[in-house]
């Protein structure tokens, strides 16, 4: 299930701006990568070429290459369509679909891509529910709207939708940036899990997150303001956060920046 | 440190205040007695100068009113305190100005259309009825109205909805621009022009007038004032929505049709209703397209018909007391009409709108 990810020469543009230079990286499959890096330095981008988002804001466009297993997202003959059902999105504001209850959010990714039985469907949004440790929560109310819940609870759908399409690979972004220390530990918990289905890249701005759930890590950083972002150093994460082989990485972790 | 910032400022000193927050100030009941007070003068000065028009009565009370209440809150308030009220009392008259006139309106038109309005008036036409004599209904120029406003809401709201689709979702470049223009431009147009244009059209093809033809004119002065809202609406959908729709490996267009138009729905329905309200007033193109008649014809494709419009204006330039009569009924069903097609909006984009809540 879960896939490689091998990234080479990757740039990407808003219009003319770079907002990343060069990006080279492998993520490993049935693993936790975590992207750290100070605001502006290109993460969110980044995560964004590796499901070809990247293009859906006006102007964007990416040179380079992203290889899934040998396969490159990239290739002109490629769908996006069918990148983005392998590899799925966890945004950094939860944005459950306002007009749709909870059950009909998780089941959004399913029903909106081909017809499937009513019985599979609650199968299915039970088992993401489950997976996404929200089930106990709403099984009450699985045809209330889903932005009736607390921002928590609203993550977690968007993970459970995330996950209920069964995609190879997950990214993150900074999931948890919204969410009380509970809740931030219950979707930790959940990465720990799903890491044994998926690929998983999680931005972070939290170096003890990055700690604790990571198995590589990668530091991004910017030269200065309005130049592009790069890749300093990508290893695992126990070396970075205790023996980083660049200097500017210790620097950034321990707070000691500028 | 703010202390030293304090006494930077250049602005001179606050009027002396006393340590508490409460100040002075005047009384609940003061609006209402400044508005007596202002309309009692401006009545008195009115009639000491013998002016006629109940209006120069009404404007100089609201001056009164305004300037009033101005120097006594200055005086007891403060000056922030008098600009405040200041602002709330112009807003009031400025809503009383403009209630006003419909307020009135729609008590003229209840009042003199109430008297002839029954289930006979419903059901019947003028056939056989002596323009001057009593008698006779409003029955084929309502239908003439329904179906002829219903013929062009089908053909203006799809194509409305459709190019404001392109404009928000797909549209980029000059055609984007060219589009928005000539809707700009199409939002302009006169009713009677648009009912020119098809008129020309009808001679040009030997056509004769019918219901179908007034249709076409009035979906030519709809489509852009539902592109127009249609457009507002799709821009206030949080673009989150279409990318995790986009996310999930959604096409473009299912994205479109199952998120991002159901999240809009009950803005883009308000939209088309007020667009409907808007023909459904039209007399123009229907005096050169449909013709008029003084007969029941329920098909909009084949001969002359009426309307709710155009038989209030027939109506009126009879000129007997009779057709007067006639004339304010039609325009109170006219009324009606719209105001029930504009509930029905506000209940649909209710019952529509995005939920929140448990
Ligand atoms: N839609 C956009 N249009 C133009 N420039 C953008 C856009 N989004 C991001 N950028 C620019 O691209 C650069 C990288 O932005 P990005 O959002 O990837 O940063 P980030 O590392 O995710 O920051 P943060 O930690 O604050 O989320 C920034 O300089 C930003 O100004
Ligand atoms: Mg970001």
Same mark, same amino acid.
């Given at each position: 299930m879960a896939k490689r990810i091998d990234v080479s020469g990757l740039s990407a543009f808003y219009g003319t701006h770079k907002a990343i230079d060069d990006i080279s990286m492998t993520v490993e499959p049935r693993s936790v990568t975590a992207f750290i890096g100070p605001s502006g330095c290109g993460k969110s981008t980044f995560l964004r070429t590796l499901n070809r988002m990247h293009e859906v804001t006006p102007g964007g466009r990416v040179e380079g290459k992203v290889l899934l297993d040998d396969e490159n997202l990239y290739a002109s003959n490629v769908d996006p369509v069918s990148v983005r059902r392998t590899v799925g999105m966890v945004f950094q504001r939860p944005n459950p679909f306002p007009t749709m209850s909870i059950f009909d959010n998780v089941a959004a990714g399913l029903r909106l891509n081909g017809s499937y039985k009513k019985s599979e469907l609650a199968d299915i949004v039970e088992k993401s529910l489950k997976g996404a440790n929200l089930w106990n929560e709403v099984k009450d109310r699985l045809n209330k709207p889903g932005s009736g819940l607390s921002g928590g609870q609203q993550q977690r759908l968007c993970i459970a939708r995330a996950i209920a399409v069964e995609p190879q690979v997950l990214l993150m972004d900074e999931p948890c940036s919204a969410l009380d220390p509970i809740s931030t530990l219950a979707i930790e918990d959940l990465i720990g899990e799903l890491k044994e289905r998926f690929t998983i890249v999680i931005v972070t701005h939290n170096m003890q997150q990055a700690a604790r759930v990571s198995d590589r890590t990668a530091f991004f950083n910017l030269a200065a303001v309005g130049q592009p972002g790069k890749l300093i150093e990508i290893d695992e994460t126990e070396r970075i956060f205790s023996n980083p082989s660049v200097q500017a990485t210790e620097d950034y972790i321990s707070g000691r920046f500028g | 440190?703010?202390?030293?910032?304090?006494?930077?400022?250049?602005?001179?000193?606050?009027?002396?205040?006393?340590?508490?927050?409460?100040?002075?100030?005047?009384?609940?009941?003061?609006?209402?007695?400044?508005?007596?007070?202002?309309?009692?003068?401006?009545?008195?000065?009115?009639?000491?100068?013998?002016?006629?028009?109940?209006?120069?009565?009404?404007?100089?009370?609201?001056?009164?009113?305004?300037?009033?209440?101005?120097?006594?809150?200055?005086?007891v308030e403060g000056k922030r305190q008098a600009k405040d009220r200041v602002a709330t009392s112009v807003m009031w008259v400025c809503f009383?100005?403009?209630?006003?006139?419909?307020?009135?309106?729609?008590?003229?038109?209840? =009042? @003199? #259309?109430?008297?002839?309005?029954?289930?006979? !008036?419903?059901?019947?036409? /003028?056939? *056989?009825? +002596?323009?001057?004599? $009593?008698?006779?209904?409003?029955?084929?120029?309502?239908?003439?109205?329904?179906?002829?406003?219903?013929?062009?809401?089908?053909?203006?709201?799809?194509?409305?909805?459709?190019?404001?689709?392109?404009?928000?979702?797909? =549209? @980029? #470049?000059?055609?984007?621009?060219?589009?928005? !223009?000539?809707?700009?431009? /199409?939002? *302009?147009? +006169?009713?009677?022009? $648009?009912?020119?244009?098809?008129?020309?059209?009808?001679?040009?093809?030997?056509?004769?007038?019918?219901?179908?033809?007034?249709?076409?004119?009035?979906?030519?002065?709809?489509?852009?004032?539902?592109?127009?809202?249609?457009?507002?609406m799709l821009k206030l959908v949080p673009?989150?929505?279409?990318?995790?729709?986009?996310?999930?490996?959604?096409?473009?267009?299912?994205?479109?049709?199952?998120?991002?138009?159901?999240?809009?729905?009950?803005?883009?329905?308000?939209?088309?209703?007020?667009?409907?309200?808007?023909?459904?007033?039209?007399?123009?193109?229907?005096?050169?397209?449909?013709?008029g008649t003084q007969l029941i014809n329920s098909n909009p494709f084949d001969g002359a018909q009426s309307s709710l419009p155009f038989y209030i204006w027939e109506q009126y330039r009879v000129g007997s007391d009779a057709s007067y009569d006639r004339a304010w009924a039609a325009a109170l069903v006219l009324i009606a009409f719209v105001m029930i097609l504009n509930l029905v909006a506000r209940g649909i984009a209710r019952w529509k709108a995005p939920k929140t809540g448990r």
């Open positions: - | 440190m703010s202390q030293a910032t304090m006494t930077q400022d250049t602005t001179p000193a606050p009027a002396p205040r006393t340590n508490t927050l409460a100040g002075k100030s005047l009384p609940r009941w003061s609006p209402i007695g400044f508005a007596a007070v202002s309309i009692a003068l401006a009545v008195g000065l009115g009639t000491v100068a013998g002016w006629q028009s109940k209006m120069q009565w009404g404007l100089l009370a609201a001056l009164f009113f305004v300037v009033l209440t101005y120097t006594a809150a200055s005086a009383i100005l403009a209630v006003v006139p419909l307020a009135s309106l729609l008590w003229t038109t209840v =009042g @003199r #259309g109430i008297k002839v309005l029954d289930g006979y !008036f419903l059901t019947h036409s /003028m056939a *056989g009825v +002596p323009g001057f004599e $009593a008698g006779g209904g409003v029955y084929h120029a309502l239908i003439g109205t329904v179906e002829q406003v219903g013929l062009a809401t089908l053909f203006a709201a799809p194509i409305g909805l459709l190019t404001a689709v392109y404009l928000v979702e797909y =549209g @980029r #470049g000059t055609l984007a621009k060219a589009v928005t !223009f000539f809707v700009d431009v /199409m939002t *302009g147009i +006169p009713s009677i022009v $648009a009912g020119l244009f098809l008129l020309s059209i009808m001679l040009m093809f030997k056509l004769q007038p019918s219901g179908f033809m007034g249709a076409l004119a009035l979906a030519i002065l709809m489509v852009p004032v539902v592109v127009r809202s249609t457009e507002e673009n989150e929505l279409r990318e995790a729709s986009l996310a999930l490996g959604v096409p473009k267009w299912r994205t479109i049709l199952k998120v991002v138009l159901p999240t809009a729905i009950g803005g883009i329905t308000t939209g088309v209703m007020l667009a409907i309200a808007r023909i459904a007033g039209e007399t123009a193109p229907i005096m050169l397209l449909v013709f």
